[in-house]
């Protein structure tokens, strides 16, 4: 069955950086696009970032463009979010799910704080 | 970007009951809408999309519609396992970003 396991979340101080680690199994990973959402705590979910088959299509959401990275290694069939200069506003639960546009599986997510 | 509002915020319902969810879209998606289950602690789960379509595994008691800017979700006959928060999001959008609804909790009365 398809299953998606993101890893690397944790404790930041504001500025500093994180990569997180989607790993995927149960289907062809390279014949799929996928996507990053985020979840502040108590709130709703945000798109954050997409990224196509072949990688050569790349979209972020405006509160993360030009500090977080999207990427795939289709070798690993894993997926990754390199994030850099983090806030505070950056805090939140990151799941990955497979799809464009519609997100049909979700992983459990993985939990980003960014405080001081 | 393509803000999309639900109501109500949250809906009392009764087990056995039918509740009646809503999603506006700021403009036209036309049937490119998706609706999420999110248990508490848990991911979300896509039950609804192109509008109107279930996913796999979602019970024939959830069922969407509209299209444009309207759409509703209903659930015929609430059964314990569905209260959530229930979100709509929009994938009309290219290129993104793909915007979600800010959620509807369904609890129980």
């Known amino acids: 069955q398809v299953q998606l396991v993101e890893s690397g979340g944790g404790l930041v101080k504001p500025g500093g950086s994180l990569r997180l680690s989607c790993a995927a199994s149960g289907f062809t990973f390279s014949d799929h696009f996928m996507s990053w959402i985020r979840q502040a705590p108590g709130k709703g979910l945000e798109w954050v970032a997409y990224?196509?088959?072949?990688?050569?299509?790349?979209y972020y959401a405006d509160s993360v463009r030009g500090r977080f990275t999207i990427s795939r290694d289709d070798a690993k069939n894993s997926l990754y979010l390199q994030m850099n200069s983090l806030r505070a506003d950056d805090t939140a639960v990151y799941y990955c799910a497979r799809g464009e546009g519609i997100l049909s599986y979700w992983g459990q997510g993985t939990l980003v704080i960014v405080s001081s | 970007e393509i803000v999309m509002t639900q109501s109500p915020a949250t809906l009392s319902v009764s087990p056995g009951e039918r509740a009646t969810l809503s999603c506006r879209a700021s403009?036209?998606?036309?049937?490119?809408l998706a609706w999420y289950q999110q248990k508490a602690g848990q991911a979300p789960r896509l039950l609804i999309y192109?509008?109107?379509t279930r996913a796999t595994g979602t019970p024939g008691r959830f069922s969407g519609s509209g299209s444009g800017t309207e759409f509703t979700l209903t659930i015929g006959s609430l059964q314990s396992e569905d209260f959530a928060v229930y979100y709509c999001?929009?994938?009309?959008?290219?290129?993104?970003?793909?915007?979600f609804g800010q959620g509807t909790k369904v609890e129980i009365k």
């Open positions: 192109g509008a109107s």
């Open positions: 990224i196509s088959r072949t990688g050569n299509s790349i």
């Open positions: 999001q929009q994938y009309n959008s290219w290129p993104p970003p793909w915007t």
């Open positions: 403009q036209s998606v036309k049937s490119s």
